[in-house]
């Protein structure tokens, strides 16, 4: 009971932290606006407010929630704390459908080239052919580890398959795609927003909707079997979460490293728990708010160019990972 | 879930498909049309209170990439009134630094307001007013600052399309400013590249100087043609160089590999039909081209750094005798090279380059503009 007090504090303190991380990355952008902008009628910066940094804004807090999410799912589902939102390969799918997009576009019908979703349709379809392949194989190995390793093999083949697709491409569309890789959050303006924003709240709702099967999963799954939890359909069902979560932000923004991998362990580290009633939203928050940091650190540069999200997000995640890894050590 | 996730993605093609149909057309017939010799990639017609451009798919032949209607009177009706372009422009953003020197013989230079990756930039006037703060960086050409665009709001913006598929000018069609396309590279001769120099000008209502600009050049270069052709020997030639196990030699019908065939060089894949590079290995560059008289378009400034590269190099006759030729007479330390700008609208200029390199008799006093024989 004397838990609860501390817990709601700091569900405050996180969701302010978020709403103060939005505000600033809606003010601050690769031109300084005055602080009169945002209220005034300017149509220029109006336009860059409306249209560029408030959907970008939005996409950095459903991103950072999301790949957090499905990271907190995959280390539940493998006991593993390094898995990450991509560990089944979905990243690698989304790039290889990507990939083959611009890279081989030659050979696909024209009116799928001109339509301005064929790069999101291709990642959607890359991701969601290597998690088919995914998880009709989780129906035949019983151990989770197994699973794992065929995520990451099939990740590996995807990128296997890229490497043999830039091997002969042009090097313009080879920048193209290498520009994709990078990740950005600002690609996704109000029309794609319409179609990411439904497809990860289906995942973040069925995410929350099994966490007690995922805190079941927390003891083993033969401990979990005792409860009267169905292996099979859980994994089954946190499977279609991260595809929808992991799956639909990578199609949007490209892969964003390591925040997937690291925040769940700062959300644990913080409200010192892993009952999932808590980790669930502690990590949306504390996605979101990392993601809108890295975002604004991406803007540091001042003379026109940005930052990759992507390599922003590494080198914020990979030292937490570093850190968490340490501090294990220590402690056994 | 899986069958929710179907159905949604049915739902996303099906939207996608509607969206294509949009092509807006136009019945009339315009009462001119500018004569292009060599460009494929554009149109100009003139209609009675417009000019319109058409740019042509560069991978879809036949296909419309984009459709411009210029008018003076921002009053005038045209088909489609977000295609509008005033002209003459006042300013005007640039990614692509192959596009400045158009603008330089045209004398438009002094309007353009905003480049990409500036640091990149030979062209003397346009280093200068960006250093001196009167030109903005819009950052990287294929992730171009939306957000300055839209600060700096250029009359319109010039770009190059570099695939079929190109997520950033989808990004930049969102500022709502004109795109231009100006595909200049996509262009199979340098004649055609140079040609260009039309679509450029009919934004500045120049079309009459471009026209005799661009004739008078492509008079020298077929000139030059004509004596590089006549001469006795054929010199055999070899280009690019090995890169960790691929040697990119111009295709047969590539702007480098018709430029070898028109000085007057016996060029292996002369006959191949590519229109890019051929990805080779080391092997069979070896086998072909060991003993050819000439190394042309070398991918570094010396010798030594060609040994460098490669020490396997060596074993071409060319190198062997130092008859090696690059594009790097006229470079900055930061890495900047004019002829990846000027020379596109210099044309003339780099055939006679190459006529140096291959018939030195042909031109006995001949200083070379772009092209030097590394040391």
């Not at chain 1, 336009?47 to 499905?70: D, H, Q, W, Y």
């Not at chain 1, 129906?139 to 398959?161: C, D, E, K, N, T």
């Not at chain 1, 303006?189 to 995942?203: D, H, K, N």
């Not at chain 1, 991260?242 to 490293?257: K, Q």
């Amino acid at each position: 009971m004397n838990r609860l007090p501390k817990n709601t504090l700091l569900f405050v303190g996180l969701i302010l932290l978020t709403a103060l991380l939005f505000l600033l990355d809606i003010a601050f952008g690769s031109v300084r606006l005055p602080l009169e902008a945002l209220l005034s009628d300017n149509p220029i910066y109006h336009e860059i407010i409306f249209n560029f940094r408030l959907p970008k804004a939005l996409t950095a807090v459903i991103t950072g929630a999301s790949i957090s999410v499905a990271g907190l799912l995959m280390q539940t589902l493998f006991r593993n704390p390094l898995a990450g939102p991509y560990v089944l390969g979905v990243s690698s799918g989304a790039s290889l459908g990507v990939a083959i997009f611009l890279l081989g576009s030659s050979f696909l019908p024209m009116h799928f080239i001109q339509s301005g979703w064929g790069l999101v349709i291709s990642a959607i379809l890359g991701g969601v052919f290597v998690l088919l392949l995914v998880l009709g194989i989780s129906f035949r190995v019983r151990q989770a580890v197994s699973l794992l390793i065929v995520g990451i093999m099939f990740g590996q083949i995807a990128g296997s398959l890229v490497t043999i697709l830039q091997n002969s491409s042009n090097p313009d569309s080879l920048k193209l795609f290498v520009v994709w890789t990078f990740g950005s959050l600002s690609a996704v303006s109000w029309t794609y927003m319409q179609v990411m924003l439904p497809l990860v709240a289906i995942g973040l709702v069925l995410a929350l909707t099994i966490q007690k099967s995922l805190n079941g999963l927390l003891l083993g799954e033969n401990y979990a079997q005792g409860l009267g939890i169905n292996i099979v359909r859980t994994r089954f069902l946190i499977i279609i979460a991260v595809a929808l979560l992991a799956g639909t932000t990578t199609a949007f923004t490209g892969p964003i490293a390591f925040i997937g991998m690291a925040v769940p362990h700062l959300v644990r580290g913080l409200f010192r728990t892993s009952n999932h009633r808590i980790m669930l939203p502690g990590t949306m928050l504390c996605g979101a708010s990392l993601l809108l940091l890295c975002d604004l650190a991406t803007q540091l540069p001042s003379d026109g160019y940005t930052l990759p999200i992507n390599a922003i997000s590494a080198l914020v995640g990979a030292p937490i990972i570093i850190w968490i890894i340490l501090k294990k050590r220590s402690n056994s | 879930m899986q069958k929710l996730f179907f159905y949604l993605l049915v739902v996303i093609i099906g939207c996608s498909c509607g969206r294509t149909a949009q092509q807006t057309t136009d019945e009339q017939t315009p009462d001119s049309t500018l004569t292009i010799s060599y460009a494929t990639g554009f149109k100009l017609d003139y209609f009675p209170h417009y000019k319109r451009i058409t740019v042509f798919n560069p991978w879809q032949k036949g296909k419309i990439l984009s459709t411009y209607y210029l008018v003076t009177d921002k009053n005038t009706q045209t088909p489609d009134a977000s295609q509008t372009v005033r002209v003459p422009l006042t300013k005007l953003a640039v990614t692509s630094c192959t596009h400045f020197e158009f603008l330089a013989v045209l004398n438009k230079l002094h309007t353009v307001t905003g480049v990409c990756t500036p640091e990149l930039i030979y062209n003397e006037t346009i280093a200068t007013a960006y250093a001196e703060g009167k030109i903005t960086s819009l950052g990287d050409a294929f992730n171009t600052n939306i957000e300055r665009l839209l600060i700096l709001q250029p009359d319109a913006l010039m770009i190059a399309s570099y695939n079929q598929q190109d997520d950033n000018a989808k990004q930049l069609a969102k500022s709502r400013i004109p795109l231009l396309f100006n595909n200049e590279w996509t262009e199979q001769s340098l004649l055609g590249r140079a040609e260009w120099i039309k679509f450029v000008a009919a934004f500045y209502n120049k079309e009459a100087e471009a026209c005799q600009l661009f004739d008078a050049m492509a008079e020298r270069y077929n000139v030059a043609k004509q004596v590089a052709q006549a001469a006795q020997e054929k010199p055999t030639v070899l280009a690019g160089g090995n890169f960790k196990g691929t040697w990119y030699m111009p295709g047969g019908q590539s702007y480098m590999g018709r430029l070898f065939v028109d000085a007057g060089a016996d060029y292996f894949y002369a006959n191949d039909t590519t229109t890019g590079s051929l990805p080779l290995n080391f092997e069979t560059v070896l086998n072909q081209f060991s003993d050819a008289d000439i190394w042309l378009n070398a991918p570094v400034a010396t010798l030594s750094e060609l040994i460098n590269m490669d020490e396997r190099h060596k074993l071409f006759t060319s190198a062997q005798r130092g008859e090696v030729y690059g594009f790097w007479a006229r470079t900055k330390p930061s890495g900047a090279n004019d002829f990846w700008e000027s020379a596109i609208v210099h044309p003339d200029l780099v055939l006679k380059d190459v006529i140096w390199a291959l018939h030195p008799k042909l031109l006995p006093d001949y200083t070379p503009t772009y092209l030097i024989r590394l040391k």
